[in-house]
């Protein structure tokens, strides 16, 4: 029960706190100071416009140093940062995107090729969006959605200034993406979610969320798979990705893709296996091949991702 206490002390709501404990035991506390604490400074090298050893010879002899992000080529983290790197010309010429280091997880997943046709279903600011298209050396189209205007806005920006060129922005909500006519090859799925895995940015997430949040983003979270696994290839790939820590919102969301859709989950790599038994509930076995990044271990936001394709 001391756990109990010392997440209601730092700030958590009761009903958080019991079902985090519910959930992870001790661990939620190890998880909530984690994420009491900033998270690195992480960025990614633009190889739309230069390549990594030569970015990491500039920023070395400018006296910054960092860390490799394990499941992507061009992501490090700082470890000194002598001024702000965001004032450098290799910043302000889009040479280096900041971009939390969770957030390289579900493009290298997707594994875009050049070439492809792509769809971005949740893309706003574009920090993954412009990660596809360096993938796919801007070559092949990506279709990228998102409703918030002001964060497109931010998008149109954050792709100039990194010289993407393939793609094609839509405010619009991905639910009409059907009316394109288009099947993709792969597809992005970052979807909407209650964000509980970004509390060191969004410490008001701690009391004011409820269940009914979860609830209405598991509600859209499902309306947006189906739609992504209707123009998506026979054999064509959906990444699906939340920074949500909720089961609700991750593993429940993949069992129901299981059980209602001819598709199979593809093993990933980096990060732990999902959660097979979430509050007692059993879920498939396969789950475990989705992903979830955690705070306390990873040193990130807490992340989940699952790799679907379509039969
Ligand atoms: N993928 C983005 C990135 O890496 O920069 C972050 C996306 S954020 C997790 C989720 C986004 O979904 C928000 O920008 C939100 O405006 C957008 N969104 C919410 N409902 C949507 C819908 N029905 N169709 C398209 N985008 C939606």
Redesign the pocket.
Known sequence: MAILEKLLTLGYSKPFAERYYQLWGERALRIAQAMEKPLPRCFRINTLKISVQNLVKRLNKKGFQFRRVPWAREGFCLTREPFSITSTPEYLTGLIYI?EAS?MYPPVALDPKPGEIVA??????????SYLAQLMENKGVIYA????ED?LKE?RINLSRLGVLNVILFH????YIDQLGIEFDKI?L????T?SGTIHKNPERKWNRTMDDIKFCQG?QMK?VEKALEVLKPGGILVYS??SLEPEENEFVIQWVLENFDVELLPLKYGEPALTRPFGIELSDEIKKARRLYPDVHGTSGFFVAKIRKL
């Open positions: 971009q957030s971005d279903m949740a893309a706003a600011p574009g920090g993954k969006t959605f998102d409703v918030d964060r998008t619009s909500s991905s639910l992005l970052d979807a909407p979610c964000g859209l947006l939340t920074c």
